[in-house]
């Protein structure tokens, strides 16, 4: 008799406790459903400033472009045009003819080199014609330089549907990974692949500079250029693959899941 | 008076004037929890002074509470919900609630008895509308969900009356095989479920009048 009301007791402390547990297990759903918000909000809150980020670098890295190219190119044409215009002596109309044919010549470049500029000046519009076009452009005007030998290839087929905020992240990285070959890698050839594999798109920059190693590489140096390309790509489910060797260039690879 | 009964009363006085101050400062839900700590302190005051012959008066005591703490609780979450389907399922509920109550008092536990069906009825509603209070909060992303008020509310509750759903439903049995058993170990857990119910309610008021701070800054 006694030990059946102990088990009775039993039985009842028992279901009690597993009733209680039940309680429990409700409640750490719940914060564990809280904390998840929480931290997928933050992560798009992330995304979002890092893509206004993006496209603020863009357009700082078009201004950049355009004053460089006003004050090289633009600016020496209209010197040019001015200087031809001054030298011009009316009292030998053939001379003067031939100088005034020159500076009109000069002048007509500078308004084709003014409309070009003009169309960079629509940063937004640069992604609009979509990323391969976009990276056409940005060769140009490396190209305009005549320090770069540059050959694009773009392979696969394109998606049918487009990620606006992809694009961007992927042509920002591509600025980056530009930016980081003319200051740093002392190279003569660049190699640009553009891929459309099943699921993503794929971007290859390969250059014939000096290389570099890449544990080698202090902190700060791969702190705005690297870890930059790294986070974007990571920011949209992408990865980085980066192949370098001192004397022997580099080879970045980045995959991001598309659309 | 011993010093948990001691710091078992400061609890619901220190509750009562902190969830009062938190109405005045414009959460309105917080007057129902004002006035049911209130009513619990005096209860308790009340029972615990009763002599062992008035059980009678000290079961009419307890079956009245139950029913207006159902009712308070209830205007408190109606006052925090946002679903207002649910919100005219748990103003219907108030009404049959008192009615089902005040029946099974007068006419099945006659005032002789713990009114088990109407506290784990009690218990059982309060456990469905909290939980789903506790998964609906209007959390504001840049805190962390333990600065929200009815956070701790809703877990104290779903503590107190979850945890003691299944001991008060088997009562009856077990009161069957040991009288003096049963009532002790009902007591001690009822004691331990109070503390946590109630230190988290303050917890949740203190984060209430802290966030309301905040806002008015």
């Not at chain 2, 509603?125 to 509310?153: P, Q, R």
Request: aromatic share 10%; glycine share 6%; net charge negative.
């Amino acid at each position: 008799m006694g030990n059946q009301k102990q088990e009775i007791f039993n039985g009842v402390e028992l279901i009690s406790i597993f009733f209680i547990l039940l309680i429990a297990i409700i409640i750490i759903t719940a914060i564990l459903y809280y904390n998840k918000r929480r931290s997928h909000k933050e992560d798009l809150a992330s995304f979002q400033n890092i893509l206004l980020q993006t496209q603020f670098e863009i357009q700082e890295q078009t201004l950049q472009t355009i004053g460089t190219d006003l004050h090289d190119n633009i600016g020496q044409l209209l010197s040019l045009t001015s200087l031809t215009l001054n030298s011009i002596e009316l009292d030998n109309p053939d001379k003067a003819r031939q100088k005034v044919d020159a500076a009109i010549e000069l002048n007509l470049k500078s308004i084709k080199e003014m409309r070009q500029l003009g169309k960079l000046l629509h940063g937004e519009q640069l992604l609009k014609q979509g990323l391969e076009e976009a990276i056409r452009s940005e060769i140009n005007w490396i190209e305009k330089s005549g320090r770069f030998a540059i050959s694009y290839n773009v392979c696969g087929e394109k998606c049918l549907t487009s990620n606006a905020d992809k694009d961007l992240i992927l042509f920002r990285i591509m600025q980056e990974i530009l930016n980081n070959i003319i200051k740093h890698s002392g190279a003569g050839e660049i190699t640009i692949k553009l891929d459309y594999p099943e699921g993503g798109i794929r971007l290859q920059v390969i250059d014939n500079g000096e290389g570099f190693e890449i544990d080698q590489l202090p902190e700060e140096q791969k702190g705005m250029g690297l870890k930059n390309i790294q986070k974007r790509a990571e920011i949209v489910g992408g990865t980085v693959f980066i192949q370098s060797q001192r004397g022997e260039g580099t080879c970045i690879d980045i995959f991001i899941p598309y659309p | 008076m011993n010093i948990l009964e001691i710091y078992y009363y400061s609890l619901l006085t220190t509750g009562t004037v902190l969830a009062f101050l938190l109405f005045k400062k414009g959460k309105k839900q917080f007057i129902a929890l004002a006035i049911l700590l209130a009513i619990t302190l005096v209860k308790e005051l009340i029972t615990s002074q009763l002599p062992r012959e008035n059980y009678k008066l000290s079961f009419l005591i307890t079956d009245i509470f139950n029913l207006l703490e159902y009712t308070l609780f209830s205007i408190y979450f109606i006052i925090s919900c946002r679903n207002i389907m649910l919100k005219k399922w748990v103003k219907l509920s108030i009404p049959l609630f008192i009615i089902f109550g005040a029946y099974t008092s007068v006419f099945i536990y006659q005032f002789r008895e713990v009114p088990v069906l109407n506290i784990d009825l009690e218990g059982f509603l309060l456990l469905i509308i909290y939980t789903h209070l506790l998964y609906n909060l209007e959390i504001d992303d840049n805190k962390s969900i333990y600065m929200h008020a009815d956070f701790w509310i809703a877990i104290g509750v779903m503590i107190f009356f979850g945890g003691a759903f299944v001991f008060i439903g088997l009562l009856p049995i077990i009161l069957e095989q040991d009288s003096v058993r049963a009532l002790s170990e009902y007591g001690k857990i009822l004691q331990i479920l109070n503390y946590i119910f109630y230190n988290s309610i303050i917890i949740g008021v203190i984060w209430g009048i802290r966030n309301k701070k905040y806002l008015m800054v």
